[in-house]
């Protein structure tokens, strides 16, 4: 079992950064791809980007790619979201979840086991 935590959301300007981080409980953390997902008010949830247990792979929504990057550290059991030249329309409140051994990685929130109870993030125009 994974608990997942998720911290780094605040306020921002558009054009600014942030990097959200995603804090993991368990020895097992190494087998899990990790998924980081967003859902805005009155809007779905929707994947955002996403990388494999061992982290050779990631995968970015088309709405984020070039602007955001995912890595992780399988020691500290953390997984990092690099988001640069953010926009208002990437307001939302932001999961990290945990997906055993998925491969490839899912962009479908149901094909993860665990998640987290997210973190807000605000982008002012």
């Known amino acids: 079992q994974v608990q997942l935590v998720e911290s780094g959301g605040d306020l921002v300007q558009a054009g600014g950064s942030l990097r959200l981080s995603c804090a993991a409980s368990?020895?097992?953390?190494?087998?899990?791809?990790i998924g980081w997902f967003r859902q805005a008010p009155g809007k779905e949830r929707e994947f955002v980007a996403g990388?494999?247990?061992?982290?050779?792979?990631?995968s970015f929504s088309d709405s984020v790619k070039a602007r955001f990057t995912i890595s992780r550290d399988n020691a500290e059991n953390t997984v990092a979201l690099q988001m640069n030249s953010l926009k208002p329309e990437d307001t939302a409140v932001y999961y990290c979840?945990?997906?055993?051994?998925?491969?490839?990685?899912?962009?479908?929130?149901?094909?993860?086991?665990?998640w987290g109870q997210g973190t807000q993030v605000t982008v002012s125009s």
């Open positions: 368990g020895r097992t953390f190494n087998s899990y791809t």
């Open positions: 979840a945990a997906d055993r051994w998925g491969t490839p990685i899912a962009t479908l929130g149901k094909e993860y086991d665990y």
């Open positions: 990388i494999t247990w061992g982290g050779g792979s990631t």
